[in-house]
């Protein structure tokens, strides 16, 4: 959500499901709408009602412009003013980050807003699903809303103020004396702690579920995870040890510095933790390692990394060798991923089973390595959650 | 403040005082450090001893590259392995938007973070002042710090979802009876809600004072004053409409939801307005028409606007015509501006004090129309606050 634009857009697009019967190929500039992540007055990109995304970029002095969007890259033409522009195939539904190609440079489109995801700000473009299919992620005017809290704390494992977001519950506000069962959710590689609630509409999907009772209330915390950039970048750096400090940072700095500043449950009973991607895998990295603290783990498109060879009742300790032991102790194992996007999830799932560990296993139809599948994924894994 | 490298870095930065006094012109490269804004693992942009920023971009494709920081463009020259660089002059202390201008065509950074600035999203980077310069807006681990919460409100002026940010002080926390007076805080044309945390770091500014008690505990609302664009650009709008809808939104909206929402006060003796540029503009248009709703009033570097011959006695329905009147109802007015930018706050000071109005002027040495200007604007205005 930018400037308010999410909920009447969304509303908006949905002309299209009449409009189309009747349209034809030359009609999409008039039905086609403005992205709900432009900048203010921006009328491009726009997506059409066959779900392309209809690109413009002004370059008069630029002699090769492309856009750059779910892993293609399409060759735009420019017009006797300079004006680049290309209609891209029909996108999967969601959130999409996107570049242009500007003589050979990535950049983001000055007409979007700016997301951090690939390393680095990009720009980002949403293909809308029907308002009834993006009800769940979608501002409801009708019923309360939680709030989403930016905090400076002092890291004492890296010696500087670290920031993260906090979502609290409605009621937070107004039941001053209650107290509420942490989520700590991450994002994955490339990606910050801004991801879960400006991509990932983390906070229109929690006053949803708080709202019908479908959740518990909760309180969310979103960190760095120190793995922001893509991987091998840092000097000396092993894939095993890619985002591995942030466990330290997350047991001895975060939760200690929620503890003390929210009201929140403090057993293991009442935290939680999930992450998507790279914070799926250090999810399983740092709650599998410390199930003294974690009772809800959930992981979306994330992996848990084998070794050729490796049966899953070696991994982590053998943690998942005494099946009994583990299904007593976690009280929700949550693995989810997109049918498109092929990260292994599925197979996980089968390696649990056959281990007899206890376990949801979620497949978010026709998606791919991207944000839909993750606010699908959190959708699901939000009613699992604290339960006893 | 991004990731936490905020506090570090400025402390390192000096660490050149006393290496300049051996150093050379080569041996800034051993001595320049990485912007506080760089992505996460980004070396370049770099700040010298000198102040000057050193710009730095892989392109070995495009024929023509500049930075352009300052209102100044700089040529870029290109290596053998195609990487382009280049040392500006000595740089104005503070945050500045920049971009490189790739074959013509005006792009972000893409080793920088990104600020909502010049009517679309820029690149940002900090020249550092001296720690003690810089303390009063950096964070400070040994104080209670306060947090900065979005939410989002329905608006029934435009029927639509909108967002805000609310800062609340760390006491907010704690003590859960009390009430807090408000201010309103506005960022300025081409910008958005975002910009007086993320480029303004308010709430080290409000921590720190509250913290020493030099100013009152309070909460500060910050919205999208509908001028975030460059003027002219929405469709037949003139000068006199540009933001204008703010006022509506502001009053109906804005303030009924931050008071529904929060423990705040709502009589006017505890509610204040400011806002820096077209801000400080929108300011004075809603609050000078309003002085029932609002009695302490700030505009840095934002103007009145008047008309060839017009008096100060003429504007706002003649608000400043009866000088007594005036006095008892205003407890603060507060006008500031940078001493290199020429906005004409020292006139209407001039002005104003010729029309027996009590108002306190500040002029912030050497700063132009940038963010640090209005940090110390800021600074100086809290302090004036709901001391009734």
């Not at 890296?158 to 004396?177: D, H, L, N």
Request: charged share 20%.
């Amino acid at each position: 959500m930018k400037r308010g634009k999410w909920n009447s857009r969304i509303v908006w697009a949905f002309v299209w499901g009449t409009i189309t019967v009747c349209g034809t190929q030359n009609s999409w500039s008039q039905t086609a709408i403005s992205s709900i992540y432009n900048v203010p007055m921006a009328e491009y990109p726009k997506v059409d009602e066959q779900r392309r995304a209809l690109f413009r970029l002004y370059a008069p002095e630029a002699y090769d412009v492309k856009a750059d969007i779910c892993g293609k890259k399409y060759p735009m033409t420019k017009d006797n003013n300079g004006m680049w522009t290309v209609t891209t195939d029909p996108l999967v539904v969601g959130f999409h980050y996107y570049f242009f190609i500007v003589d050979g440079v990535q950049v983001t489109d000055p007409a979007s807003d700016c997301f951090y995801g690939c390393g680095r700000m990009a720009s980002g473009i949403e293909v809308p699903e029907s308002p009834e299919e993006a009800a769940y992620y979608t501002f409801n005017k009708s019923i309360a809303h939680g709030q989403v809290r930016e905090c400076q704390y002092y890291s004492e494992v890296e010696g500087q103020v670290r920031r993260c977001f906090v979502y609290t519950p409605a009621e937070y506000e107004t039941s001053p004396k209650s107290k509420y069962p942490v989520l700590y959710l991450q994002h994955g590689m490339g990606e910050d702690e801004r991801g879960w609630h400006e991509q990932g509409h983390m906070a229109n999907i929690l006053d949803g579920q708080i709202a019908s009772g479908k959740c518990k209330p909760m309180i969310v915390v979103m960190d760095y995870g120190d793995c922001g950039y893509i991987h091998g970048t840092k000097k000396g750096e092993t894939r095993d040890e890619f985002g591995a400090s942030f466990g330290n940072i997350l047991l001895r700095d975060i939760i200690p510095f929620v503890e003390k500043t929210f009201r929140v449950k403090t057993d293991r009973d009442h935290r939680a933790m999930a992450g998507l991607s790279w914070g799926g895998h250090q999810t399983f990295q740092i709650t599998l390692t410390h199930l003294d603290q974690f009772a809800h783990i959930g992981a979306f498109s994330g992996a848990i990394l084998m070794a050729p060879g490796q049966n899953i009742t070696d991994v982590y300790g053998g943690v998942f060798s005494d099946a009994d032991k583990f299904n007593k102790q976690v009280h929700t194992l949550f693995l989810g991923q997109g049918t498109e996007e092929g990260m292994g999830c599925d197979r996980m799932s089968q390696s649990l089973k056959e281990a007899g560990i206890n376990h949801v296993y979620y497949a978010s139809p026709g998606t791919h390595h991207e944000w839909l599948t993750w606010r699908r994924c959190l959708n699901e894994f939000l009613p699992l959650l604290f339960k006893q």
